[in-house]
Structures are given as structure tokens and as C-alpha cells.
């Protein structure tokens, strides 16, 4: 079973500034399988990253994701006041097929 | 535009069966994609359930696979879950969603369901 280690746990920053957020797993993966969500409270989770750098339907170029084998960063640049939430990266392994998640990383107003 | 909505019990009592089911609106569940259910509680995070796709073929979760069936019904355009079995520790917002390129894009609201005598 692949495990993802979200860090930091907590980031705190500005409006306007950049945020890095990093995911490692325990074993390598395709980046065709490695996500990123952002969930707001009361809410699901909302797709922000598929296949390790594409963004979803709708977000906007602020969000960014690379990365390949077992390390993957979401970068967020001029951070807005509504891209502060949970963030959290998946990653997909097809023996046995399976999803796992992150613990994620909170992002929060400084 | 894709829609779902999660219903069933919010309360299930220990050693019983939780049953959800998940309707979708605006997208045919006979596509090719599949459709999952993932959990969330505070002690385990998310917490990738299941998925079935349109021909009945299913996978789970290894830590849940002998508790768990998702089936599937076309005809009423929604899918299931059952989870058997349940304790405290499965306490937690369900939440149906499609999925699409090894990510989920579309969620539903989530449901929460307690596990309590």
C-alpha cells in the first residue's frame, strides 16, 4: 500500500504571496495517477490536478502541479482569499487498484 | 452538468449494515467511467471505499474488501454501498463521486453516517 506524506502540515501566508505544498509517497508512481484536491469546510473535495500537472475543468493557472516517481508539488501563486482551505494530493496504484490519499496540508491566512 | 446525491440512514447501529445509495443527474452511469465511494472522518482522512464501473466489475479497498459491495442500477441511473459489519471506527461522511483519469471530478455532498447502539 503506497503512503502519501502530506507537508507541512500547516502553512500560513498572505494574500498575494506563493504557497508550495508537497507530497511524498512511499513508492514510486506513474504520473499519469498523482492528483490534488482542495476542500473547504463543509464541503467535498474539488479537483484541482489530474496526471500530476493538469489542471481540472475551471482552475484557474494560479494552481500548478508537477512532479514525477515519488515527489509531487502543488504550487499556488497570488494566493486569492478563497484558496485558503485543505489541500490534499492521491495517488492511484493499479495492483491491487486502489486510491489513497493524503493527510493534507491547511492552508491558512497569516 | 453532473450531479450527486448521496442518501441512506445517518444512523446505523453496531454489528449492522450501512446502505447508501448514490443518484446521479445529467451523466449516464452505462459510460465508461467508473464510480467510486471514498469516506472522510477525522482519524483516518479520506478514505477511498470502492468503485464499479458499468459492466458490474468492481474493486475495494484490501482494508475493507471483506465488508463491502458496491453494486450497480442502471435502470434507476445510481449505485450502492454496503458496508457490513460496522463499528464506531466507520463513522464518517460518505461521499459518492465519478471518476475520471485515476482522479475523482465530480462529488457528491457527502452524507454523514453515525455509528451508534
Known amino acids: 500500500e503506497i503512503v502519501l506524506t502530506q507537508s507541512p502540515a500547516t502553512l500560513s501566508l498572505s494574500p498575494g504571496e506563493t504557497a508550495t505544498l508537497s507530497c511524498r509517497a512511499s513508492?514510486?508512481?506513474?504520473?499519469?495517477?498523482s492528483a490534488w484536491y482542495q476542500q473547504k469546510p463543509g464541503q467535498p473535495p474539488r479537483l484541482l490536478i489530474y496526471g500530476a500537472s493538469t489542471r481540472a475543468t475551471g482552475i484557474p493557472d494560479r494552481f500548478t502541479g508537477s512532479g514525477s516517481g515519488t515527489d509531487f508539488t502543488l504550487t499556488i501563486t497570488r494566493l486569492e482569499p478563497e484558496d485558503f482551505a485543505v489541500y490534499f494530493c492521491q495517488q492511484y496504484s493499479s495492483s491491487p487498484p486502489q486510491y489513497t490519499f493524503g493527510r493534507g496540508t491547511k492552508l491558512q491566512i497569516k | 452538468q453532473v450531479q450527486l446525491q448521496e442518501s441512506g440512514p445517518g444512523l446505523v447501529k453496531p454489528s449492522g449494515t450501512l446502505s447508501l445509495t448514490c443518484a446521479v443527474s445529467?451523466?449516464?452511469?452505462?459510460?465508461?467511467?467508473?464510480w467510486s465511494w471514498v469516506r472522510q472522518s477525522p482519524e483516518k482522512g479520506l478514505e477511498w471505499i470502492g468503485e464499479i464501473v458499468h459492466t458490474g466489475s468492481t474493486n475495494y479497498n484490501p482494508s475493507l474488501k471483506s465488508r463491502v459491495t458496491i453494486l450497480m442500477d442502471k435502470s434507476k441511473n445510481q449505485f450502492s454501498l454496503n458496508l457490513s459489519s460496522v463499528t464506531a471506527a466507520d463513522t464518517a461522511v460518505y461521499y459518492c463521486?465519478?471518476?475520471?483519469?485515476?482522479?475523482?471530478?465530480?462529488w457528491g455532498q457527502g452524507i454523514l453516517v453515525t455509528v451508534s447502539s
Open positions: 445529467g451523466y449516464s452511469i452505462s459510460n465508461t467511467q467508473w
Open positions: 463521486a465519478r471518476n475520471d483519469f485515476y482522479s475523482q471530478d465530480y
Open positions: 513508492q514510486s508512481v506513474g504520473d499519469t495517477f
